[in-house]
Nanobody, 113 residues
Framework: QVQLVESGGGLVQPGGSLRLSCVAS????????LGWYRQALGKQRELVAM???????NYGDSVRGRFTISRDNAKNTVYLQMNSLKPEDTAVYYC???????WGQGIQVTVSS
């Protein structure tokens, strides 16, 4: 069973930066895709970014050019560097291992002055 644990969320002012981390259990995750989704209050969950085992990357349209996803297979960790944050980025962010149908517990990111 795969477990995912997110960290790094919080409150940041518009224009600021945050880095989310997601540690995954099991070293077999290095051969599978990992990603980040988010869900704002009253909205559907949406893809933020996804990275495959060969580092092929896909971003959601609203974050492309501002967010960067990366992974460290030795640490079983996937990161999301978020720059130039906007109030509309406020949401609960979830780490995902889609091959396993696994989700983290979610972490709040709030962008507000």
């Amino acid at each position: 069973q795969v477990q995912l644990v997110e960290s790094g969320g919080g409150l940041v002012q518009p224009g600021g930066s945050l880095r989310l981390s997601c540690v995954a259990s099991g070293n077999i995750l290095s051969i599978y895709a990992l990603g980040w989704y988010r869900q704002a209050l009253g909205k559907q969950r949406e893809l933020v970014a996804m990275i495959t085992s060969v580092n092929s990357i896909n971003y959601g349209d609203s974050v492309r050019g501002r967010f960067t996803i990366s992974r460290d297979n030795a640490k079983n960790t996937v990161y999301l560097q978020m720059n130039s944050l906007k109030p509309e980025d406020t949401a609960v962010y979830y780490c995902s291992a889609p091959t396993f149908g696994a989700w983290g517990q979610g972490i709040q990111v709030t962008v507000s002055s």
